[in-house]
């Protein structure tokens, strides 16, 4: 990763009121708590799983950037945001 970028070291779990299923390439989530259902696409599902396995932020982002065609500044600001909604929405925290 080039050295202006900067990727939070966050490390997001899951909260035992949070559900989710695979469905094909994407992942659909259920908030207990808010009883809303939410469905990722392929890409916030790769997020998502990097979560679920315990990965760090960066950690997520160097894994897309082997997967995708895009800079390593692009995927990173794309997965700070997608963690952010999920954290907003209360799915990971």
Not at 28 to 53: D, F, P, Q
Not at 80 to 85: C, F
Request: aromatic residues 6%; proline residues 1%; hydrophobic residues 40%.
């Amino acid at each position: 990763m080039s050295d202006n970028t900067c990727v939070m070291e966050r490390q997001m779990t899951v909260p035992r009121y949070v559900i989710a299923n695979d469905i094909e390439d994407s992942v659909v989530l259920l908030n207990l708590n808010t009883k809303r259902y939410y469905i990722l696409n392929s890409t916030a599902s790769a997020i998502w799983h990097g979560v679920v396995e315990g990965k760090t932020e960066s950690q997520i982002v160097d894994g897309m950037f082997q997967e995708y065609e895009a800079s390593q500044e692009h995927i990173g600001a794309s997965v700070a945001r997608i963690l952010d909604l999920l954290e907003k929405a209360h799915l990971i925290e």
